[in-house]
């Protein structure tokens, strides 16, 4: 069955870096498009970056773009999320995410708390 296993989270001051990894299996993964989610408390599910299953295309949420980059290894079924100059508001769990279509099917890892505060 398919799986998503994220880790990297962790207690970060503001401005530092942080790289999030999600390992898949279960699927073909160099097919399947690939994102980053995150939610924090009382607020919505927020789409923050996704990639293409050739790495061809990436997109960003506006409130990360020049910060956060998105990046695919095929080869190790991994995703990874580099996070910098981060913000308290960045402050959240964050999820990985694909799906399939025909019927249309979202899988989510467990995903992996990022805290940032001084």
């Known amino acids: 069955q398919v799986q998503l296993v994220e880790s990297g989270g962790g207690l970060v001051q503001p401005g530092g870096s942080l790289t999030l990894s999600c390992v898949a299996s279960g699927f073909t993964f160099k097919t399947y498009a690939m994102r980053w989610y995150r939610q924090a408390p009382g607020n919505e599910r927020e789409l923050v970056a996704h990639?293409?299953?050739?790495?061809?295309?990436?997109n960003y949420a506006d409130s990360v773009k020049g910060r956060f980059t998105i990046s695919r290894d095929n080869a190790k079924n991994t995703v990874y999320l580099q996070m910098n100059s981060l913000k308290p508001e960045d402050t959240a769990v964050y999820l990985c995410n694909t799906w399939s279509n025909m019927p249309h099917t979202e899988y989510w890892g467990q995903g992996t708390q990022v805290t940032v505060r001084s």
């Open positions: 990639i293409s299953s050739s790495t061809t295309t990436t």
